[in-house]
């Protein structure tokens, strides 16, 4: 918020904040509290090393040293730290990037253990989203969102769409997502619903729908927007369109007639965690010039009560709808498109009060604040902005350009300052799949080796460590580590 | 066929080899003459550029070397050598290395042009396979092989499939073919049975048919059998079996009941061609010690006229179902696998005889033989015995244990002689998909940077050269270079 008074800028949705939040009527104060608390307890962790290693590093060199250090970090990280690493300090002082590493990754254990549970109960809220897909006509969700850390908690804060059955996850450099894996998922998908009759019979005409979340930053749109595409919200937000473009006309294409897909483009400004929504049109067509902007809505329909502000929400979308000029359409989306535009607007608008209530309106770490480099299929546990720069590959070869941006982040966040960049590897298997466990476990070596080749000048530098793990795709089951040669 | 005759051996199918071959009744000698004449002229292309570069080396470095050259190269070889390289050769002589892969490359797209008619006739023929697999109640072959380029010749010449809409083959050193990937083929080809009817309907309970192919070496066993495995005869089968088993597994539990897969593994003798098969049992079971030794089975029939020896066919598959000890099963076959078994036995007959005529029993070039390395997803023109060591692959990461056996082997048959080793690199794009033509461009040049990485000491030293090119899926389009940098 620092930043927003020195440039004198006026909250979009609050012009009281940071000085006092407002509230809206259909804002939910409760979970923000949950979620507030949950942000808390997973970025402590994390934040508490630093501070924890200093001292001990000001613990000196005596015979007590390993005991006393390792004292502390039960006390203040509540883990601890590597005996061996601990034992050898005498020699040459403690190695602190390797303790530094390690804590991370026990932060990151530790906030996986801790949050297990809320998986569990957001399950059960899944089924509630399940059902609202459904009655919205469809039978899929496919969102892909930059790789960007500031990203990391779209789902449970910036949407707060919980892990869904329906719904699938990624996250590409620059929201450049695969059209031939997304393909592949439409496949999969449609297969269900022929085979299992999941979660509608084929014959019913419910739709696939493909939503890309591009990025950009209201208060230094020049420095602090998508790294990927060298911070040009314009150049963002017409990649993502164009992936869309393809991903629709690809399905069109190998499936022919009735292949029923949708696409759906949302802007975040992580800033202050608004969304742009864009409206498609009759046809499903989007453009980069029809959108509604969830702060101006918020702010617009703040005095009015609960069931006249989801009106005005709707009466939005008819707004947009006829915008005239470069982003004019043809007509009206689907009813159930709407309702799930509508939807995902007053969500957005908890999260507008979120970020007003608990971080003054504007995030402090208004850019990159990862705390590790999270590579594979993600910590579902674990999704709070800042957490972690999210790379999603299967090979270091395809995600290379990933990877490269997220260490040219860290080379700025934790080598500059001496400190290594923690990479954690991780990768869910099947245990229904026979091999499925080890192939993982392999898979995780393979790119672990890739990745030490690929960076090899700072992992000889020890600026570079890796942890792998795997977890059963079950909701909730144990992380379990790799041992990485 | 003359290590043979130094070891004493007789021939397994036909006992006056290599002096005079044998006439099975059930073979077919107008395809065999056919067969042979492809082979030879894709062949000849190659085997003419080491002798024709030799004598183009003998020419001297006179300021008529680049013309003289040319022209004994379109004399000889039938294409022109690249003009700058024979342009340069008055300063330390003509860059051998350099010509002999570009010649190699040369030789390639004018077989893969001569043949691309064949391919299309080929697709005549393989409606008639796909008809037959439908029958059998198959609605898709899905084919792993061994990477090794002497099973290059498996389809049109060992199995004698051809290029058929059902049908689809892959190769993997060790026979060690991709799980996952096999089960997303599953669902796609799962999925147009429910959305086109196609092969049959949904309804229908036709089955999915997964193949596995191990090779080994009668006349030398312990050396020239499978490199992947050791030339350990009983690992490959074994492996072979284990994956296959995983397969059905694997979608059993993702798909539960009626998931309808039947399993079929297929030795080769790669001196012979002869073939082995694997009669499955009544639950679809597959054992390494009930199987259908063709060769004998050749032998046994010889004396037949075509309808008793079909008849033989027939009886040998009950028989092997009636195995006794550690080949017992559980019954025979479903009718439909014991027509597609009896017509793999048969169209091998061909083949057995093949070898008989037209190589004298055993091949000569009983060990490895590779031309080039082959890259990518194949070129299904040039399907001859030792053309290519071949690897499918979609980044070298994954494909590095496949790429570096493919290595060893040329570092054997090329860099020893100090001939540079050629890599092909090729894949198919759809023109209906939007961008895919782009897409294979750039994953070309991917999987070319990741190559020369990787084998960085042979590319300085001038003993790695690649080439790139595409091609439309359409059967019989034409390749099309890819600049590689
Ligand atoms: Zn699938
Ligand atoms: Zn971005
Ligand atoms: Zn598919
Ligand atoms: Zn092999």
Chains 1, 2 share one sequence.
Not at 61 to 80: H, N, T, V
Not at 464 to 484: I, N, R, T
Request: negative net charge.
């Amino acid at each position: 918020a620092a930043r927003a008074e020195a440039l004198g800028v006026e909250h979009p949705a609050c012009a009281t904040l940071p000085a006092r939040g407002c509230r809206h009527a259909l804002v939910d104060r409760n979970e923000n509290a949950r979620l507030f608390e949950c942000e808390q307890g997973i970025k402590d962790r994390f934040d508490r090393i630093v501070p924890t290693l200093q001292e001990i590093a000001a613990l000196g060199r005596g015979s007590d040293f390993p005991g006393r250090a390792q004292d502390w970090a039960r006390e203040r990280l509540g883990f601890e730290l590597p005996t061996a690493v601990l034992e050898r300090a005498w020699v040459r002082g403690p190695d602190m990037g390797a303790l530094y590493a390690q804590a991370v990754f026990s932060a990151l254990a530790g906030a996986v253990a801790r949050f297990g549970d809320r998986i569990r109960e957001e399950l059960a809220a899944g089924q509630g989203w399940d059902a609202l897909l459904v009655d919205c006509g469809f039978h899929a969700m496919n969102v892909s969102a930059c790789a960007d850390g500031r990203l990391k908690g779209l789902f449970p804060y910036v949407l707060r769409i919980p892990a869904a059955n329906l719904v699938r996850r990624s996250a590409f450099a620059g929201t450049l997502f695969d059209v031939e894996e997304d393909v592949r998922h439409w496949e999969h998908a449609e297969l269900r619903r022929y085979r299992e009759g999941f979660p509608t019979t084929a014959d019913v005409p419910t739709r696939y729908l493909k939503v890309a979340v591009y990025h950009g930053s209201s208060l230094d749109p020049k420095h602090q927007g998508c790294a990927a595409h060298g911070s040009n919200e314009r150049a963002a937000t017409e990649a993502a369109l164009e992936r869309l473009y393809e991903f629709r006309r690809a399905i069109e294409n190998a499936f022919c007639c009735g292949a029923g897909t949708d696409i759906l483009l949302i802007g975040v400004d992580t800033d202050t965690d608004a969304i742009r929504v864009h409206v498609p049109d009759g046809n499903g067509d989007v453009s980069a010039y029809r959108y509604i902007d969830n702060a101006a809505l918020y702010r617009q329909t703040l005095t009015l009560d609960a069931d006249r502000a989801r009106l005005a929400v709707y009466e939005a979308i008819r707004a947009a709808s006829a915008t005239e000029g470069w982003g004019k359409g043809e007509g009206e989306p689907h009813d159930g498109m709407r309702r799930l535009i509508a939807t995902l607007l007053i969500n957005n608008m908890s999260q507008i009060e979120y970020v007003g209530e608990y971080h003054g309106g504007w995030y402090g770490d208004m850019g990159h604040g990862e705390r590790f480099v999270s590579v594979g299929d993600g910590f579902p546990e674990v999704q709070v902005r800042n957490i972690a720069y999210y790379a999603r590959l299967d090979t270091v070869e395809e995600g290379a350009a990933d990877l490269d941006v997220g260490v040219k982040i860290f080379r700025h966040l934790n080598v500059e300052r001496g400190l290594p960049i923690p990479v954690a590897l991780h990768y869910h298997f099947n245990e229904q799949v026979p091999g499925s466990r080890a192939r993982m476990e392999d898979k995780i070596r393979r790119i672990a080796e890739g990745i030490q080749g690929r960076y090899a000048h700072l992992a000889k530098e020890g600026l570079l460590y890796l942890h792998g793990s795997v977890q059963d795709m079950a909701p909730g089951s144990a992380l379990e580590e790799v041992a990485l040669t």
